[in-house]
């Protein structure tokens, strides 16, 4: 059983925007109820923080690379979060990754993977030159 569904991903030229989007897998993960964060992977490297929202959606977090291109936001009459991504780069190539905190009502510290212990399988979004 899959314990986040990530959609969303594609293709897209430098400069273009993306919206992906995250949902739980039954009630096997609450996602109304904890933070929630989106990681990014290529071939080779480790998984790397991209962004983070708390569980009320009160305050984001973000790696540099990506602020003020990328928004990570949520609904919570949906479960849902998303990541809006605009002005695309070659480098924002990876497979994209959804997760929800071990805890609910609190991420302690959301720009690590060990914070999480919900993940989806991922959406590819490619950028291209």
């Known amino acids: 059983q899959v314990q986040l569904v990530e959609s969303g991903g594609g293709l897209v030229q430098t400069g273009g925007s993306l919206r992906l989007s995250c949902v739980g897998s039954g009630r096997t993960v609450t996602v109304n109820s904890r933070g929630m964060g989106w990681f990014r992977q290529t071939p080779g490297k480790e998984r790397e923080f991209v962004a983070a929202?708390?569980?009320?959606?009160?305050?984001?977090y973000y790696v540099d690379s990506v602020k003020g291109r990328f928004t990570i936001s949520r609904d919570n009459a949906k479960n849902t979060v998303y990541l809006q991504m605009n002005s695309l780069k070659p480098e924002d190539t990876a497979v994209y990754y959804c997760?929800?905190?071990?805890?609910?009502?609190?991420?302690?510290?959301?720009?690590?993977?060990?914070?999480?212990?919900?993940w989806g399988q991922g959406t590819q979004v490619t950028v291209s030159s």
């Open positions: 929202i708390t569980w009320t959606g009160g305050r984001t």
């Open positions: 997760a929800a905190s071990q805890s609910l009502y609190t991420t302690r510290r959301p720009e690590n993977l060990n914070e999480y212990g919900y």
